[in-house]
């Protein structure tokens, strides 16, 4: 199986177990997760851009391939990627560059598997 694949099964199967425990608060927090990255006063691709941002200054590698695959799917171009990673690079700092590197490693696998 390859990564994306793998990403996506566990992700999918362990979002699943979070909510099948019946707990309101996970179920209240995944649903505003999911309602905030609607089209708004933002369109959707913004607000994805925003949030791979975040998670590169965050340094989390498990969003960053989510919003990285969001906003492939939402049609971001290679040239629009690295302008999101500049200014996640930027305001983060030197420690983000890892996460750069997995970040378009995988956005890669995307372009790859289409």
Not at 53 to 68: A, E, G, N, Q, T
Not at 75 to 100: C, D, K, M, W, Y
Request: net charge negative.
């Amino acid at each position: 199986m390859n990564s994306i694949a793998q990403f996506r099964t566990y992700r999918a199967k362990m979002n699943r177990v979070i909510l099948d425990s019946d707990n309101l608060f996970f179920k209240r927090f995944f649903n505003l997760d999911t309602r905030t990255y609607e089209d708004g006063a933002l369109p959707k691709q913004t607000k994805e851009m925003l949030g791979l941002v975040s998670s590169l200054v965050l340094r989390c590698d498990d969003c960053v391939k989510y919003h990285i695959e969001k906003c492939y799917e939402l049609e971001v171009t290679r040239e629009q990627l690295f302008e999101i990673l500049s200014v996640a690079n930027l305001v983060g700092g030197s420690i983000v560059i890892p996460h750069t590197r997995r970040a378009v490693e995988y956005w890669d696998l995307l372009e790859t598997q289409d």
